[in-house]
């Protein structure tokens, strides 16, 4: 240590320090350096820490040993406050990456447990990078339509698909709401572990209802078929899906006569005049002996057991157990156990069953769809999920079901819709809202609406 002193006998470098320790950047240097664990600790003797932060500043190269000042240089007083600085910024630095890893790590974790809505509500089988894809390529002809650019009519004119990918994008936004802001704000390497997250999420959430739903369904199916044969093993696919005259009854195409044994072989044997595909609806998504083909939309997706399979991935296990007794009775099968009478209380759901979670208010086309899935792949006898059975693409099928909900073909379909829709919501959650698809507004029929056309016409008579 330099033993050039002043007329006061002090140490001119530290005249200096003595200063800088008083000021508010050596407090910030001292918080730094004590929070990297590279400085003393937070309550020292003044004279003792001025002689540390002098040592320390030479250990980080802010002082050096050979430096000289005299009373009078106040140039080099300057430019030792000016490192300190520096040294500051450096610690900032080195903070800022410390503490980055376990926020990256939060931050995953919970845009992971937000992805566990992904495949229930927004989309079973699109991938996130397909629906922010859309969104992009829509906001991009926009941009180019606003700068005046030529757009093809077909760049203009979006396809089914593209219409069903943004719905899926705006399902995303509105169920992962941070995901917007990170859109906006995040880098692609920033973005990239939130969107890994997020497909994790969806992953384990829908391996967990498989599993669940495998389980679950037996005790269902007992009920409708009340001599099963043989009897199904919760724990193992075994002895399900179209070999099982049970199981494949439902898994059966509506368009078929499952009774008939010759139409059974075919199907089993896979002949080609009798495709199980996904172009027809199976027979477990109507009530039992419910079909109409003169009106094939009478009674789709009233099934008992679909319905079940819903109320237990969205409303919990033992909502199952309080099933409105209407329709119950709509599903029994000739000569199955007669039903116990049930309460018409729809409620008996957890306050955090995994609708309040994820914010699901109301019942959706797409969470049908994804029940509906669950519950053909809890009939088969596939050993995994997976896209397809056989022949039977569940993506297609998946589709078909987000198409007959979210793009009727005119306003006669759009209230058979909203009728259905209501019934589910009257079965799931005891309620009946007034509903509106993407596009828009309400029914002509309700009481707002009827008022603003009232109002609306006094205006005109005036």
């Known amino acids: ?28 240097y001292q918080s730094l350096a004590i929070t990297l664990g590279v400085g003393p600790p937070a309550v020292e003797p003044a004279e003792r820490h001025i002689d540390y932060e002098s040592e320390r500043l030479r250990g980080c190269g802010v002082i050096s040993t050979s430096t000289a000042l005299s009373d009078s240089d106040d140039e080099s007083i300057t430019a030792i406050l000016a490192r300190c600085k520096r040294r500051i910024v450096e610690l900032e630095f080195q903070l800022k990456k410390t503490q980055a890893p376990a926020k990256s790590a939060a931050q995953v974790k919970s845009y992971a447990a937000l992805g566990r809505a992904i495949c229930k509500v927004v989309s079973t089988f699109d991938s996130v990078d397909s629906l922010i894809a859309e969104d992009d390529r829509r906001r991009d002809l926009e941009e180019a339509r606003m700068n005046g650019d030529e757009i093809h009519d077909a760049e203009d004119e979006p396809t089914p698909e593209q219409n069903r990918l943004h719905n899926g994008y705006k399902e995303l936004c509105r169920y992962i709401v941070p995901l917007r802001k990170a859109l906006a704000e995040a880098n692609h390497e920033e973005l990239a572990p939130i969107l890994a997250a997020l497909r994790s999420g969806a992953r384990n959430a829908r391996s967990d209802d498989t599993k669940n739903v495998r389980e679950a369904i037996v005790p269902w199916l007992n009920i409708l078929f009340p001599k099963m044969d043989p009897p199904l093993d919760p724990d193992s696919r075994d002895n399900r899906g179209l070999y099982h005259d049970d199981t494949g009854r439902l898994l059966c195409p509506i368009d078929y006569d499952w009774d008939d044994e010759e139409v059974r072989t075919a199907i089993r044997e896979g002949d080609s005049e009798y495709p199980v595909t996904a172009d027809s609806w199976f027979r477990g998504l109507y009530p039992p002996d419910g079909f109409d083909p003169e009106q094939p939309e009478v009674g789709l997706f009233k099934n008992v057991v679909l319905l079940k399979v819903f109320k237990f991935i969205f409303t919990s296990p033992l909502s199952v157990k309080t099933m409105p007794k209407d329709v119950d009775r709509e599903n029994v099968r000739p000569g199955s156990t007669p039903l116990k009478k049930v309460s018409k209380k729809v409620g008996s759901m957890s306050k955090r069953n995994v609708a309040a979670i994820i914010g ?58 909203n009728r259905l829709l209501d019934f589910w919501n009257t079965n799931v959650f005891g309620t009946t809202p007034q509903w509106a698809l993407y596009e828009g507004g309400s029914r002509a029929t309700s009481s707002v609406a009827l008022l603003r056309a009232a109002r609306a016409g006094r205006e005109v008579e005036v």
């Open 360 to 417: 699901l208010k109301a019942v959706t086309g797409r969470s049908i769809g994804y029940a509906a899935v669950q519950y053909r792949v809890a009939l088969s006898d596939a050993n995994h999920w997976d896209e397809s059975d056989g022949a039977f693409d569940y993506i297609t099928f998946y589709n078909n079901i987000v198409e007959y909900f979210e793009f009727p073909p005119g306003p006669r379909a759009r209230a058979d819709v």
């Open 1 to 28: 240590m330099s033993t050039l002193q002043n007329d006061r006998g002090a140490e001119p470098h530290r005249i200096g320090l003595a200063w800088w320790s008083t000021h508010a950047g050596a407090r910030k």
